[in-house]
């Protein structure tokens, strides 16, 4: 019983590289989101989807883009990154009840420093 | 838009004393209501929830949260903290959407620090 997998859990970018992080669920979930977290800033929404081929941004999408071919996975791409997006980041999915906002499960997190 | 205050950042209880910590929000209607705590490294786990129905919750660890419509407030508590308890609390709302999820909106977090 996996839940939500990421990785990788730690990774060390140079300014204007690209990477991905990956996230997988094997729960049927059609809800998966990306957020990150900072210090003195709690979490923050980046990008959700609620079905496959279907995303939307959240609260902080700026440098960000994300795709959702299939249901279980939900991939998170850093086109260029920026000492700005150093921070710990978090998938978390959840299985949609009608239009109701149910309980979320997390990840462990992924580590990104950009230097 | 929803937001969630966590007033207090930092709270430090002895071990064996009881705890509550504080959480309120600001949405226009009946909202969905969350504790979760997250380990240092691990991810966040639920810990309880509201969504409607009596307004004390209970949940795993034995924690419980009471939502105050009056207040706009959701304190979680807990009668008698362990050690284990040492973690970052999040309190996180969500809304009812009619369309689709939009995801959840998390306080700042408080820590807590459990004395021996």
């Known amino acids: 019983n996996a839940g939500v997998t990421q990785t990788p859990k730690f990774q060390v970018l140079k300014t204007g590289q690209s990477m991905t992080l990956q996230c997988a669920q094997d729960?049927?979930?059609?809800?998966m989101s990306w957020y990150r977290q900072d210090p003195g800033m709690g979490l923050r929404l980046i990008h959700y989807?609620?079905?496959?081929?279907?995303?939307d941004q959240g609260e902080v999408p700026n440098g960000y883009n994300v795709s959702r071919s299939t249901t279980e996975d939900f991939p998170l791409r850093l086109l260029s990154a920026a000492p700005s997006q150093t921070s710990v980041y978090f998938c978390?999915?959840?299985?949609?009840?009608?239009?109701?906002?149910?309980?979320?499960?997390f990840g462990e997190g992924s580590r990104l420093t950009v230097l | 838009a929803q937001s969630v205050t966590q007033p207090d950042i930092h709270i430090t209880v002895s071990e064996g004393a009881s705890l509550e910590l504080r959480c309120n929000y600001s949405?226009?209607?009946?909202?969905?209501l969350f504790w979760y705590v997250q380990s240092p490294g691990q991810g966040l786990q639920l810990l309880l929830k509201?969504?409607?129905?009596?307004?004390l919750v209970q949940g795993i660890k034995g924690f419980e949260a009471e939502f105050k419509r009056s207040q706009s407030s959701f304190n979680l508590r807990k009668p008698s903290v362990h050690w284990s308890d040492a973690a970052e609390y999040f309190c996180?709302?969500?809304?009812?959407?009619?369309?689709?999820?939009?995801?959840?909106?998390f306080g700042k977090g408080t820590h807590l620090i459990i004395q021996p």
């Open positions: 978390a999915s959840n299985r949609l009840q009608g239009a109701t906002t149910g309980e979320l499960f």
């Open positions: 729960m049927n979930h059609e809800y």
């Open positions: 996180a709302v969500g809304v009812r959407s009619g369309g689709g999820a939009d995801g959840l909106t």
């Open positions: 989807s609620v079905g496959a081929g279907i995303t």
């Open positions: 949405y226009g209607a009946t909202p969905y």
């Open positions: 509201y969504f409607s129905g009596d307004t």
